[in-house]
């Protein structure tokens, strides 16, 4: 692989290669993990990345340049027989034009152009008749005029529970930019649904997962399979997933999709929101499923057969954060003897270049019959990490 | 890291990093799979390899050099917290001097000194009163004055059935070189017990495996677990491995060890060799056990308590081997889809950068509560994956 453009890659280990296998917009945590369950199958992954040492430059060769820069994306899937994302805001309109000349894109940017704008999945979701919460408002009013509370949220770049309030009848909104107002959902749980969809259209489903979330953070804490549901709404759900895998297969889906579900007080489920990659709520089936939802994504893009989604063991996730008092910049993790101490413990650490409070750093499964005593277990693990500001020291590790 | 000498570091991508976590003397597909290990439990690893496009390169960082090189080790010991190997013929006394004046090297370099000298290695087993075939001669003859058909190996070098032969009465010995003769032992079939052997000197092991042998290359093509062996058979493999690995704890044995046994057609159990490292007969580990044996390495050598070694589920493994006529050099996967259609298979490819003819290439471990019908997919996946000589076309894999 020749440069082609001022953008350095790093890591040009293997001057053989004439085209990588999978090229991936963006190189954190997912894309390190997509890379990770590829090198197993004999594929090489190439990563964009504005940071040379994003946590996927440790597993694979990386362009560093901004996600949206035209060349950079040019040169990415020029580089790789088919690109895919492990993040939804790059740069469509590029990707669009890129695709249009011949670039094998999955899933399609016209997925992503009807996913990264809300209110567009909102509505694309509710015109083929699947449940969603209903839109009060698509631009929302400075004040609101509602005597009972509504969501606001932001159409564009929201993620981990940023870009989205709850908003008391009468008050004011607080988000700027382009925002949307829907009805706040009587939240009874949220359950997620990870799907697949593969080059010929088959569209199969992992087991709907319980989502915890952290009321601080506002971001997901815990991931529990399978969901204590009964039977009734576990089929419902997954039937919605599947269905709306099947609407946005026609916008060119490709590849692993999250369904973020409300089951809301009167046992309705209604689609909270959709990405069309892996997911948080996804990484429990590393160890809960016969194939995860990274070799998964990287079988469908690649248009290989899918693997069994089934599960192998009921299972409980807790997210690794960075701790709210947290310094930021570089870390030595401690605590990793305490995690492994519990045989059914697997420990995942992202290997980000920098901690900051809030930031996801790593995650720990654990795996049993209960999925109380996995969740207790994976809670009391994911604790043990710490994060300290000195470099590793010699021998042994923490 | 700042280079140090005149070997390049591919991939210098972190530069805030410190340290590497582990060192590893050789990035073929055992170094691989090491750093693939270690990566989810944030660790980063740098090889030392001659081939810049080894297997090990495109997931880890690489000094490039010969594994002899006492500049190049020197490197790897002071870059990494802890240094280890995943091949034994390395540079034994440039290692030890590393190790006196305070490198932390596990397995130790005294470890290696006994394991990679064949007779050293059994000598030192047969002292400690472990079952060993009975050594004839500690130098080879010219020709034999047996009159029945005695074993000559090499003392040093020999892998993947090279360095042994058996020889009938009367013949010439055809090996060169420092070589011995042991007996012809009767084999009724070939066992492996993987064990390992913490920091604290504790040992576990995993289940015994049957290895099935192709007799023209002389290679293991196949590995079955469990052992289709009686309960007794079973307990004494175990117990005869988990021995062996005290013994050799007395000369710094440190993480896996891969204890290679005949059962021979009186019922007795004899070691045929030892390897200190993850092992081929292990690789099935990643699928049939809750902790396999690249992980549980990566545990042992850094320190950290080691994972269960319990089965998770029966499986069988095959090789996927360059086929005897093939082309040598670089090529292109072709047979994938075959493989993973079955959705009980797990394919790992090395990412070699060439194919020639009985090179290893990959494996595939298919899991069924039936080993027999494990062992017949996994043949007939394995024989599913070609090397094509040209390059990969644009869009989907094979």
Redo the contacts between chains.
Sequence with gaps: LTPRSGHPI???????V??Y?LGIVGGGQLG?ML??AA??????CIVLDPD??CAA????D?IVAPLNDAKALHRLVTSA??TTFEIEHTAPAVLSSLEDTGA?IRPSPRTLAVVADKLRQKETLREAGLPVPVILARTAPGRSSWTHPVVQKSRFGGYDGRGVAVVPGGEDMPLPGDTFVETAVEIERELAVLVVRD?DGVVDAWAPVDMVFDSTLNLVSDVIVPAEIPEEVRRRAVEISIATARVLGEHGLVGVLAVELFLDRSGRILINEVAPRPHNSGHITMESS??DQFEQHV?AV????L??T?LRTPAAMTNIVGPPHSHSG?YR?IG??QV??D??A??????K?AVRPGRKM?HVTCTDPSTADALSRARTAAAAVAFAPS???????Q
């Design positions: 790093l890591k040009p280990v293997d001057h053989t004439d085209r296998d390190r890379a990770l090198a197993p199958l004999g594929l090489r040379p040492a430059a440790q597993v694979a990386t027989a088919v094998t080059t016969q194939c079988r690649l248009g290989l057969p693997g069994s089934a570089a993790v990793r003897r492994l101490a045989p059914t697997h420990l995942h650490l992202y290997g270049p790593g470099a590793q020291a010699k021998g042994d590790v």
